[in-house]
């Protein structure tokens, strides 16, 4: 299958599956979209490819910030603050794998988004749980 025919199927796997999602959904859907560009990018370096490394490594800086920007800081207390602090530093430490060609900082952020996610995945439960009680 040539790249622009793969390309198409993967935008339209991918928009089918945001008209579906609840808000918890989307949060999962981008975290799974960083980790994925990372460990793509992490061949990329291995294989010298920095252009596409680059791109990829961006790609997840603007995941990582959109996920910042949708943080309610208003509820939950310290919790949000923290979450901001730590997708700050994600950022930076994805921007210094893409000046240094770092693997390493790629694998940390991987590990910390990977926390991350599984804590998101193990309180969907209950969030879909409030939200249609709350409907």
């Known amino acids: 299958m ?4 793969l390309a198409a199927y993967h935008s339209v796997s991918v928009h089918g599956g945001l008209s579906d999602a609840d808000p918890h959904a989307l949060v999962l859907m981008l975290m799974n979209a960083a980790r994925e560009r990372m460990a793509t990018a992490r061949g990329c370096i291995e294989r010298r490819e920095i252009a596409h490394k680059a791109r990829l490594l961006h790609s997840c800086v603007v995941i990582i910030a959109e996920l910042r ?3 309610n800081m208003s509820v939950g207390g310290e919790l949000p ?5 730590l997708y700050d530093y994600m950022m930076r430490r994805l921007m210094l794998a893409n000046a240094e060609d770092n693997v390493a900082c790629i694998t940390e952020v991987e590990q910390l988004l990977g926390e991350l996610r599984s804590a ?3 309180i969907g439960p209950e969030v879909r749980r409030q939200t249609a009680n709350a409907a």
């Open 81 to 85: 603050q923290h979450l901001s602090d």
């Open 69 to 71: 920007g949708s943080l």
């Open 120 to 122: 998101w995945i193990a």
């Open 2 to 5: 040539n790249h622009s025919k």
